[in-house]
Structure formats: structure tokens, C-alpha cells
């Protein structure tokens, strides 16, 4: 299995457009950029697929040598996205991929309910390009083109804040991606709520494990930005939390994702650093190839 992590910052990015915060601040002047939360996985290195669209989608593509397009004029790699929430930052993207020939999609009830009425992108997308949605079930797997096999586990009910009411609570997921061939194994939960006994399970056996690492600590928003925002509140899992799970669940590969501007990991010089290092993890960066 072939994993490139195409962007590793919470929405808006680092630094954000419109914000002189500290991290902002610090990230402009030492030229770092991260593009906001999204995957590209292949069990066979010809059939790829994304685990959410960013805003950034364009971007990303581009910087990936083995997402190009060719030999054909209009052949592509890309054989299409799973969801791992409604969210803006996970799904914007998609209206990138107008363009493609066919595409499928795979999401929840609940995330294609809001894809469907509040934030049209299903009926917007069939204007332009054939798109097949699938409806994922948690703990039922499916199977992709290059010998993968994927399960969703349910993670968290929080709705985005545009969506209307809909029965369900897997409004959040991760997947368990499987490589049939190799035996391979890949956790990708960017968004996490809470350490739960589902999440222990999916985790054992893994090879490598990309979890939510939007806030260190509970309480970033308060001290950084003045808001009083605790993580707990936002739907995330401070990762200050979820570093003790992780000697629990040992052997698997542990990076973070999805990192706010108010995280001090984005700073290469960030003291936080080390208490990673000594639960044997570390930060997911853009680009970042791992080759299960």
C-alpha cells in the first residue's frame, strides 16, 4: 500500500489567509505552509484514492507525481474520494474534480444528506461529470479497485453547522484501510472525539496510524486566541490525550493531522515535540510518502 498525506492542517490552513495570530505569524515568517486535511491511498500504485477533497484539492494534485494525468489526454489515476465528514474542509474540494470523466463517491447516510440538500454538492457534481455516491455502513467493508479493502468506524455525531437534522450518528468516521495483498494496514481518523473501545480495535494489527491532531491542548483556543473554545467543545481530541493511548496500542506508526493555527507542533522547534518522540509519533507533513 501507497499513502500520500496531500495536507495536514485543520480548515483554513497555516497560515490562514485572514489571520496575524502568533502561529500565523510565526508560520509566514518561516515559510511554512500546510494545506488543509487530505489522503491519497493506493493498494497498487496505478488506482488511487482520496480520504476527503480540500479547498486546496488543486494544489495537492499537482504537487503529486503519481496522481498526474496520462498516458491518455484525459486518463487519471484518480478512481475516487471517501468521506470522512461533511465538513467545508473535507469536502469543498470535490467541485475540483468536475472535470473528471467518472467518479465515485462513498459517504454516510447523514454526510449525504447534507451533500444532497444543505450544501448540493451530489446534484451539483452530476451537472458536470458521471458520479456514482455510495452509501457507507459502518463496520462493513468495501472493496476498491487495487486490492484494497475499506471499513468505516463511526467516530463522532457532531453535525457541521450548515447541516440540517438527520437521523444517524455517523456524521464523523475513520477508515481502516486494508491492503488484500500485502496484509497491510493503514488507521486514518483525521477528526476524533474521544479514544473508544471501537477505536482500540481498529487500531490493533495496524501498520500505521494518522490521527486527529488539530489542538495539543484542551484549552489552545482560550490561551491563543482569546475564544473559549475547548477542543472537547469543537468534536477533537487533544492530542495531550490521546498520547497515553498510544503506549496501550503499541507497534503501530502514530503521526497527527489536521493541525489548527493555535498548535504549537507546526513550529519545527516546538518543545511539544519530544513528548511525540517519546510515545513514538510524530507529525504528519505535506507530501509525506509511507509505502505498508
Not at 473535507?90 to 444543505?118: D, I, K, M, N, Y
Not at 492530542?239 to 498510544?246: G, K, V
Request: net charge negative.
Amino acid at each position: 500500500m501507497r499513502v500520500r498525506v496531500l495536507g495536514t492542517a485543520a480548515g483554513g490552513g497555516l497560515p490562514q489567509w485572514n489571520c496575524a495570530c502568533d502561529g500565523c505569524r510565526q508560520a509566514r515568517a518561516a515559510g511554512v505552509d500546510r494545506t488543509q486535511d487530505c489522503l491519497a491511498v493506493s493498494g497498487d500504485g496505478r488506482a488511487w484514492y482520496l480520504v476527503n477533497a480540500s479547498p486546496d484539492l488543486r494544489t495537492q494534485l499537482l504537487r503529486t507525481p503519481e496522481l498526474a494525468p496520462g498516458p491518455g489526454r484525459r486518463d487519471t489515476p484518480l478512481r475516487g474520494v471517501l468521506f470522512t465528514s461533511a465538513e467545508l474542509d473535507h469536502t469543498f474540494g470535490l467541485l475540483s474534480l468536475r472535470e473528471a470523466g467518472q467518479l465515485t463517491v462513498h459517504a454516510t447516510a447523514p454526510v449525504r444528506h447534507a451533500l444532497r440538500g444543505a450544501f448540493p454538492l451530489e446534484p451539483v457534481l452530476a451537472r458536470y461529470t458521471r458520479t456514482r455516491w455510495e452509501t457507507v455502513v459502518c463496520g462493513q467493508a468495501i472493496p476498491l479497485d487495487g486490492g484494497l479493502s475499506v471499513t468505516a468506524i463511526r467516530l463522532s455525531e457532531k453535525s457541521p453547522r450548515y447541516a440540517e437534522p438527520h437521523a444517524g450518528d455517523d456524521w464523523v468516521i475513520g477508515y481502516r484501510i486494508d491492503d488484500v495483498h500485502s496484509g497491510s494496514t493503514l488507521l486514518y481518523a483525521p477528526c476524533l472525539a474521544a479514544w473508544t473501545d471501537t477505536l482500540s480495535t481498529a487500531v490493533r494489527d495496524a501498520d500505521a496510524v494518522i490521527l486527529d491532531g488539530t489542538f495539543y491542548g484542551c484549552d489552545e483556543m482560550a490561551t491563543r486566541t482569546g475564544l473559549d473554545r475547548p477542543a472537547a467543545g469543537m468534536g477533537h481530541l487533544p492530542i495531550r490525550d490521546s498520547l497515553p493511548h498510544l503506549a496501550a496500542h503499541a507497534g503501530p506508526r502514530y503521526l497527527y493531522t489536521h493541525l489548527n493555527n493555535t498548535n504549537p507542533l507546526t513550529h519545527p522547534d516546538a518543545p511539544q515535540h519530544a513528548a511525540l518522540a517519546e510515545a513514538g509519533a510524530a507529525v504528519a507533513t505535506d507530501g509525506q510518502l509511507l509505502s505498508l
